[in-house]
């Protein structure tokens, strides 16, 4: 049964055509419900939208306004995030529960009005409160303006691949289980393309997703890594793959016989159908080149020419090694930005803030928990936490109490960052409220982020809310204030809203901070941003009402 992804995009595709080329106004409407759905031989409730696992798609072009009505039906709060859109002055549509709104309470509707801005590519939506992501999640695709092409040979289909995680167990119920233990919760039982495991899985012929291809077509991948704690290799068995956009970015192309996406992250490829007709495996299975457990199963999907019987097994392709980090290095180095007069990459020369983030594991004591102790997380030393106020609004209408703006530039106290694994003196601070950064209107950041071998060295994908970002420079080791910076890239650098810190190295981003509001910046493995892996930026108003906060919808979720 091929699912008819391609189909879709050309039906919505002609609904635009047939539109005047000014702005559209498009309307969805997501109920968030419960729904029983089967996977390796079990059957459980699980949170969707309007039914869908993985969610819809939604579409829209450059320069459309989106509203998107969210109502909620299930028994958990509900808040979603629309990953990778800047929501100029509008973060009251971010999402992120606590952060921009208070979550959508059972019973309650929110609207999520925002213009799509500057930004075409594949992004994607995904619920930002607790683990439920784990199934309510879907693609975005915003199609260029109309009479623009893209800025690569013009594909003949395309379809949408969404990498996820399955537990067999209720994933509320997994997380209350490890944050009782102190511990990391149990890893995922499968992973999935697009909602189905593939046939390596038990109970799960039926629960694979197919797609028909024709000899000497050339197809547009969009490849999304939804899952919720692992990096994925992806690759198709037989088919190399031309890399052109990363999170709703042009690059310049490349090929390669294997993607490497973290958490948070898109990637759009083209793939040519030359190869003898047959039927292809696509697979994707985990990148870890740290000691620390993961699902390290390969989920399947089947790229079928048209006219081959169902009968043929098909081939596996050659994935990387599960700790393969010369693959990761190599292939993250070969991430550029288009940089052409169409597509300029705009890379902040002159730093007005520099910011020195580490990245630590530690442990707190943990009264309640079974080992009087828990495994936490932290940046500068400082693990986040949460607020009972959305800090947006707290920011908005100047309410004191909830939030302090003493997030310090850099740690405490530096020591030898990727040095022998430190298992001393591992506590980390925890205040009564969150301790946010302030940063200036239109100001230039740079921000290194450096991971620590505080219990364990580890590769952490950080998501900043609300802008994109230059990746100029990344190392292996600590970074080296006075000789790093001489190598980093400043003119054609990649261009992210999610990029991976490597294990027990460094990585160095630049934005210019021109969008106001409270954005959040938290590592999107969901067990780390749990344990307080994570903080924010209060970027201040500019120097009128155009450059500043918008006033809050009439309709904003009650804290």
């Known amino acids: 049964m091929f699912h008819w992804t391609i189909r879709l995009f050309l039906v919505c595709l002609v609904g635009y055509v ?23 031989c079990h059957e459980k409730p699980i949170v969707t939208v309007n039914g869908m696992f993985p969610g819809p798609t939604v579409y829209v072009r450059e ?6 009505n969210v109502t909620n039906f299930a028994q958990y709060n509900m808040s979603i995030h629309w990953h990778g859109l800047k929501q100029y002055r509008n973060g009251w549509a971010d999402g992120p529960a606590y952060v921009t709104q208070c979550p959508v309470q059972t019973g309650q509707s929110y609207t999520y009005d925002f213009n799509v801005t500057g930004q075409r590519g594949t992004l994607w939506w995904h619920a930002h409160i607790s683990w439920l992501r784990a199934t309510v999640y879907g693609a975005i695709v915003i199609m260029p303006k109309q009479g623009t092409s893209y800025p690569f040979p013009q594909p003949d289909f395309e379809f949408n691949l969404l990498l996820g995680e399955w537990w067999n167990d209720d994933v509320e119920t997994v997380v209350k289980q490890g944050n009782k233990l102190g511990l990391p919760p149990k890893t995922s039982d499968a992973h999935t393309i697009n909602g189905k495991p593939g046939p390596l899985f038990p109970c799960s012929e039926k629960h694979t997703y197919a797609v028909e291809v024709e ?54 490829v083209l793939l040519r159908a030359n190869q003898a007709p047959g039927r292809y495996f696509m697979a994707a299975r985990p990148f870890m080149d740290a000691p620390i457990s993961v699902d390290n199963k390969t989920a399947t999907a089947i790229l079928q020419y048209k006219g081959i019987q169902n009968t043929i097994i098909p081939s596996l392709p050659q994935l990387p090694a599960l700790n393969d980090s010369a693959f990761a290095l190599n292939y993250n180095a070969k991430l550029r930005s288009l940089n052409s007069p169409r597509f300029p990459a705009k890379v902040p020369l002159n730093v007005d803030r520099h910011l020195f983030y580490t990245i630590g594991l530690g442990v707190n004591p943990c009264p309640t928990c079974q080992n009087g102790t828990q495994l936490t997380a932290s940046l500068n030393n400082i693990t986040f936490v949460m607020p009972q106020t959305a800090l947006l609004q707290a920011h908005y209408f100047n309410l004191r109490g909830v939030f302090t703006t003493d997030f310090p530039d850099r740690p405490p106290t530096p020591f030898n960052y990727t040095g022998a694994p430190l298992t001393a003196n591992l506590q980390t601070t925890k205040s009564n409220r969150p301790r946010l950064s302030k940063i200036a209107f239109n100001s230039t950041v740079e921000l290194v982020l450096q991971d620590t071998n505080l ?105």
């Open 455 to 559: 219990l364990s060295v580890e590769s952490h994908p950080f998501h900043l809310h609300g802008y994109n970002f230059f990746v100029v420079g990344s190392g292996i080791g600590n970074f080296d204030p006075k000789n790093d910076p001489a190598k980093f890239n400043l003119v054609d650098p990649p261009e992210r809203n999610t990029v991976g810190v490597p294990t027990g190295g460094w990585t160095a981003i630049r934005f210019r901070a021109d969008n106001p509001g409270v954005w959040f910046m938290h590592c999107h493995l969901e067990v780390h941003t749990g344990w307080g892996l994570k903080t924010a930026f209060v970027v201040e108003d500019g120097p009128d009402a155009d450059h500043s906060v918008l006033p809050p919808p009439k309709d904003l979720p009650p804290c």
């Open 18 to 40: 047939s539109t005047p080329a000014t702005a559209a106004v498009k309307k969805y409407q997501f109920d968030i419900q419960v729904k029983n759905v089967s996977r390796l």
């Open 215 to 268: 000899q000497g077509k050339t197809y547009l991948l969009r490849i999304i890594n939804a899952a919720l704690n692992d990096e994925l290799f992806f690759a198709v068995a037989g088919h190399n793959m031309t890399v052109v956009e990363i999170d709703a970015v042009y690059t310049k192309p490349f090929s390669t016989n294997a993607v490497l996406i973290a958490p948070g992250q898109t990637t759009n």
């Open 63 to 68: 320069g459309d306004r989106l509203l998107i």
